[in-house]
């Protein structure tokens, strides 16, 4: 079997990250991106197709944060999250105050907040019933602190599509953590944001490489990555190096023919929560409960300094096939079993799907670039990151020719009702197809 090439996963980052740049979902960057990678495919096998699927394109023009402190009022920068809206060009001004999203959930009466610039510690709400009483609370804008990555630089990030669409938003921003730590420590008094521009309806993509197998009743085996982006990040190892994974292993794979199919995919609009991997399950639920066998998810997973991690959520008779594989390449790892909804192989465990994230962080809240300007190519180990794909093409090409499959098909049942609860909670279960 072929080896990844640490020469083409480079030529397809660089594509991505140098000459197309930031790809945001529903731009005309992020179709750029998917046209680029279905023409690569093109080179290795005729069954490629581009899948469309709505989603609402962040279409910012300016965006001004100011901070009156000792009575001047201080402009910051900020990142407007995706799916918030903007403030349509107008001013909103409100009272600085400070929200702790660890603690302060507890209390019955938010209402202490209407009106106000919150700073809200902490980036993501992980429930509905805690947004919801946010949102109750009507604060007059957000400004998030993401408390994983303290540095004096904002992030980007985004509001769960499924809880803006059942209870809508206020606008939010991401802001640095030192500045926000600065507001505190100075008593800073009020900020007013300001945000030019619109979230328009637009569509993004899925692009499906196909390589038939041999048996088509034996079932399909799924990769994939992802090649949208967060606002201002080219996203090199966010995920450019998962989309040229992808890429290398339709080459790896074309080599040729196995029993079952392969089915590899490089995904939109992930950046929004996995939308594009939601749909693409939504579209084609009755297909993969009765024919999927596996998914192996790439994301983030080339950092030049790290460690891996292998999140599995399969049968005992999986792990041990996955580390096998990927200590015969020399790669040990961290192993992991959790629900994490916040990937791409998460809708694929929701139909039934056992499933791998391949991820390498290199600090222990994750990635120090996560969702920022400096994910650039030069941040990732080609030749590391080519290993992991060797590793995993091993790994899918025992199931893809494995006489019986059984062993390695299914969930824990534990682990299916956390992630079924998952589904409920953050993505609105089977009722948004």
Not at 105 to 131: F, N, P
Not at 240 to 250: D, F, N, P, T
């Amino acid at each position: 079997m072929r080896n990844a090439s640490e020469q083409e996963l480079r030529r397809h980052v660089e594509t991505l990250c140098n000459h197309i740049g930031i790809r945001l979902a529903g731009s005309a960057q992020e179709n750029q991106a998917a046209q680029y990678i279905y023409q690569e495919g093109l080179k290795y096998t005729e069954h490629c197709r581009i899948e469309e699927f709505p989603v609402m394109e962040r279409c910012v023009e300016s965006e001004v944060l100011e901070v009156l402190q000792d009575g001047v009022w201080k402009k910051y920068p900020c990142s407007l999250f995706g799916s918030s809206p903007t403030t349509d060009g107008k001013t909103l001004e409100g009272e600085l105050v400070l929200f702790d999203s660890h603690t302060d959930y507890q209390r019955d009466d938010l209402s202490g907040l209407k009106g106000k610039a919150v700073i809200h510690l902490g980036c993501h709400i992980d429930t509905a019933e805690k947004y919801g009483k946010l949102m109750k609370a009507e604060p007059a804008f957000l400004l998030f602190v993401d408390t994983r990555y303290p540095g004096t630089l904002p992030l980007a990030d985004g509001l769960f599509p499924s809880y803006v669409a059942a209870m809508g938003a206020k606008p939010t921003v991401n802001v640095a953590y030192m500045d926000a730590w600065n507001w505190c420590n100075a008593k800073a008094e009020k900020a007013r944001l300001t945000v030019c521009g619109r979230t328009k309806r637009s569509v993004s993509t899925n692009v499906v490489i196909e390589l038939p197998g041999t048996d088509p009743d034996a079932g399909i085996l799924f990769a994939g990555g992802h090649h949208d982006t967060q606002a201002g990040t080219a996203g090199a190892d966010d995920n450019a190096i998962g989309s040229a994974a992808v890429l290398e292993l339709a080459r790896i794979f074309s080599e040729r023919p196995h029993r079952r199919t392969f089915r590899l995919i490089s995904f939109g609009a992930e950046e929004q929560l996995s939308v594009g991997s939601a749909s693409y399950v939504r579209k084609h639920r009755a297909e993969l409960e009765a024919k999927g066998v596996f998914m192996c998810n790439f994301d983030s997973f080339g950092s030049s300094l790290g460690w891996t991690v292998l999140n599995v959520n399969a049968m005992p008779p999986v792990m041990e096939l996955i580390r096998k594989s990927f200590h015969d390449k020399e790669i040990y790892f961290k192993e992991g079993c959790e629900v994490i909804p916040f990937t791409d192989q998460f809708a694929f465990a929701v139909a039934g799907i056992p499933g791998i994230w391949v991820f390498r962080p290199n600090c222990e809240s994750g990635l120090f670039y996560h969702h920022r300007v400096d994910n650039t190519p030069d941040k990732i180990g080609y030749a590391t990151a080519a290993r992991h794909i060797d590793a995993a093409a091993e790994m899918l090409s025992v199931l893809a020719d494995a006489e019986n499959i059984v062993p390695f098909r299914g969930i824990p049942p534990e682990t299916a009702k956390s992630i079924e609860a998952e589904w409920q909670e953050v993505f609105g279960g089977w009722k948004n197809a």
